[in-house]
């Protein structure tokens, strides 16, 4: 007899089967693990060392401490992990599936297109960046005399803010079944979420609207690093949850009404 629980332990089945196959893939190349990690370490390091030139003189970010900056750097970092390891080997292929027509097969398996396109592969060589926001973040905390329960806290925005980025990464991939160059504006994203490498009130007043209102990039990093200092106000944290919810649902519903456009590549 089926449960309810049936369907949504059908679909665990099959990400391990995704995730297993592809990590098993990926690793007949162990070479590309050690030029991640060399990657890694390089573009940290001159992140940390941007930061470091705008405190080496005394000079603060408004209400930001240089430890506490650290941890934003941490969360960013984090955040670009999971993206190398499921955002980027994913959704950046919704273009090829387009073009190459491949996607009509996915469109006829036994399962949700979307979950298909979003989770059908894992790629081990972000892990380096997931291992080093850690790694940060234990270091700045322990400078600020922080607990696991701290870390806790900031978990759940910061579960919000990979859903926000997966959402808006998914519907940008979408509109390539309209447009064909549609692999640059995902690059234009990633550009602007680069601003997220730094506290939100780093930027003049306009940008922090446009960060937070427009492309939510403090939701992203700012907002679960205040959480973790416990200086963010509930609203901020219930907003970066309705914004993670609202997103992901109209992902759903924007790929259900661009496929009503896709031409099979067989008809």
Do not use: H
Request: with cysteine; aromatic share 18%; glycine share 8%.
């Amino acid at each position: 007899m089926s449960t309810p629980l049936a369907p949504v332990l059908r679909y665990l089945r099959v990400l391990r089967l995704f995730w297993s196959s592809s990590i098993a893939a990926e690793l007949e190349y162990p070479l590309n693990f050690a030029i991640a990690a060399l990657s890694s370490v390089v573009g940290l390091a001159g992140s940390i060392f941007g930061l470091f030139l705008f405190y080496r003189t005394g000079y603060n970010f408004e209400n930001w401490r240089w430890e506490e900056a650290l941890l934003v750097m941490s969360a960013f970092t984090l955040m670009q992990g999971i993206s190398a390891t499921l955002l980027v080997p994913n959704l950046n292929r919704i273009f090829e599936q387009v073009q190459q027509g491949t996607l009509d097969f996915v469109l006829l398996k036994p399962i949700g297109s979307q979950f298909w396109l979003s989770a059908r592969v894992v790629s081990p060589w972000g892990l380096p960046d997931v291992i080093f926001g850690f790694a940060i973040a234990a270091y700045a905390g322990s400078r600020l005399d922080l607990n696991w329960s701290d870390y806790l806290f900031g978990l759940l925005p910061l579960i919000f803010g990979v859903v926000s980025l997966y959402s808006l990464w998914f519907v940008l991939g979408t509109t390539c079944i309209w447009f064909t160059k549609i692999n640059n504006a995902t690059e234009v994203l990633r550009g602007l979420l680069e601003a997220g490498r730094f506290p939100i009130s780093a930027y003049p007043g306009i940008y922090r609207v446009f960060f937070t209102f427009v492309v939510p990039v403090a939701f992203l990093t700012t907002v679960p690093v205040e959480t973790v200092l416990g200086r963010s106000q509930t609203i901020w944290v219930a907003g970066a949850g309705f914004l993670a919810a609202a997103l992901l649902c109209f992902s759903a519903k924007f790929w259900r009404f661009a496929l009503r456009f896709y031409t099979s590549a067989s008809s």
